[in-house]
């Protein structure tokens, strides 16, 4: 075990696609993402792809928030659904081995991201509110989950990484990414007041969650 260095945005690893791993059982795999779970927890992050810690393999983990998941595999636990709405178990860490996202409707939502690759910052990204996400576990496994909300926007921020994809090449409004010292001096109002001067960014902003010291952003 060990807590890994993480790639900070601009390390070329960040921008390269990653590479499928042709055997998710190998001892190898095991070890790194025993490593990258320590590296995560202790950068205090609810999920981290492997390139973020310089490996260029098509690895995510994450903690499904308790906002919704539904089980489809085979594998799925009965009560699984029922857990995740009552948020029964919201640190179970999922393992992803060559992920796949398919999007289950257009409709999109902006919400706050930072990265741990991107420290200190945050950013309003658009995201599918609903998908599909399919691949392997750590066993070989295949695993197929129907996330939504929060869960859904962790596994497309997860998986952009793999495609040499960080979460501000998404955002349609620079405006807002920022500080996150910056933000919680100043937190957006998502008020109609703002929509006088900032027709734009109070639109994006009245669809996001708010900005404050209390509520930071997800880091993956
Ligand atoms: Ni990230």
């Known amino acids: ?56 393999l098509r690895i995510v983990i994450f903690h499904p928030p308790p906002d919704g998941a539904k ?9 699984a659904e029922e857990g995740a709405e009552e948020g029964a178990d919201p640190g179970r860490l999922t393992i992803l081995i ?31 509110t609903r998908i599909r996400y399919t691949g392997f576990d750590i066993n070989g496994h295949p695993i197929s989950v129907e996330a939504e909300g929060f869960h859904a926007r962790v596994v497309q921020h997860e998986c952009d990484h793999l495609d040499g994809m960080l979460y501000p090449q998404r955002m ?25 001067e900032d027709e734009d960014a109070a639109a994006h902003a009245a669809a996001a969650e708010p900005a404050s010291a209390e509520d930071q952003p997800a880091k993956g």
């Open 1 to 56: 075990m060990a807590i890994l260095k993480i790639a900070k945005m601009g390390n070329p690893v960040l921008r390269a696609p990653a590479q499928e791993v042709p055997d998710p059982t190998q001892p190898q795999i095991r070890a790194l993402v025993s490593d990258m779970v320590e590296t995560m927890v202790d950068a205090g992050g609810v999920g981290l792809a492997a390139p973020q810690v310089h490996v260029p």
């Open 71 to 79: 089980e489809e595999g085979e594998d799925g636990e009965p009560d």
């Open 98 to 128: 060559n992920p796949k996202i398919e999007p289950l409707t257009d409709e999109q939502a902006f919400g706050w991201e930072g990265c741990l690759s991107v420290p200190g910052l945050r950013g309003v990204v658009p995201r599918f």
């Open 172 to 196: 349609t409004d620079l405006r807002l990414l920022g500080f996150n010292d910056e933000f919680d001096r100043h937190p957006l109002d998502l008020g109609p007041s703002d929509a006088d």
